[in-house]
T-cell receptor, first 112, second 114 residues
Framework: NAGVTQTPKFQVLKTGQSMTLQCAQD?????MYWYRQDPGMGLRLIYY???????DKGEVPNGYNVSRLNKREFSLRLESAAPSQTSVYFC???????????FGPGTRLTVL | GNSVTQMEGPVTLSEEAFLTINCTYT??????LFWYVQYPGEGLQLLLK?????DKGSNKGFEATYRKETTSFHLEKGSVQVSDSAVYFC?????????????FGKGTKLTVNP
């Protein structure tokens, strides 16, 4: 039981490049989330998916897109990376309607 | 709106010292309250939670009591260890769009020296 896994662990991009961050959970959770963590800012919600087939914007969605591929997987895409997107990205999951979230180990992204 | 304010860090203590990290919140309704911990290089882990007023959450020697009258959820531990060095996040839950979303404070970095 791996919990929530994220790939890659580290990534360096040049401005304007695109990439997709992958997240998968094996806990049969309905809801999944993407956060970014910046120094002195805590965690801010980018997008979430309450259940398979639905996605909604969070607090800071600009510059990102998401895909809920199936119940297990929730990906985050940067179409044209900007230096302001340098951050640590965390994926999380929870039971539908439950308030406890389980986090992955994070992806550290640097955009030059 | 919904927000969480926690004490600025960093906090540096000696082993066996008493720890308090203050957390206050603003919320509509009656949210659940959480403390999450992030050890170096890792994701966040739930440390403890409380779901209603006067509830006390506890885990690994840490405690926090949900105080509705002061809108607070302060984290305490009587005797910290070097292994408690981490970043601690206070959070509240908000129901929106069928999901329970978390609103986090900015985090407090704790360093415990031997």
């Amino acid at each position: 039981n791996a919990g929530v896994t994220q790939t890659p662990k580290f990534q360096v991009l040049k401005t304007g490049q695109s990439m997709t961050l992958q997240c998968a959970q094996d806990m049969n959770h309905n809801s999944m989330y993407w956060y970014r963590q910046d120094p002195g800012m805590g965690l801010r919600l980018i997008y979430y998916s309450a259940s398979e087939g639905t996605t909604d914007k969070g607090e800071v969605p600009n510059g990102y897109n998401v895909s809920r591929l199936n119940k297990r997987e929730f990906s985050l895409r940067l179409e044209s990376a900007a230096p302001s997107q340098t951050s640590v990205y965390f994926c999380a999951s929870s039971e539908w309607g439950a308030d406890t979230q389980y986090f992955g180990p994070g992806t550290r992204l640097t955009v030059l | 709106g919904n927000s969480v304010t926690q004490m600025e860090g960093p906090v540096t203590l000696s082993e066996e010292a008493f720890l308090t990290i203050n957390c206050t919140y603003t919320a509509t309704g009656y949210p659940s309250l959480f403390w999450y911990v992030q050890y170096p290089g890792e994701g966040l882990q739930l440390l403890l939670k409380a779901t209603k007023a006067d509830d006390k959450g506890s885990n690994k020697g840490f405690e926090a009591t949900y105080r509705k009258e002061t809108t607070s959820f302060h984290l305490e531990k009587g005797s910290v260890q070097v292994s408690d060095s981490a970043v601690y996040f206070c959070a509240l839950s908000v129901t929106q769009g069928g999901s329970e979303k978390l609103v986090f404070g900015k985090g407090t970095k704790l360093t415990v020296n031997p």
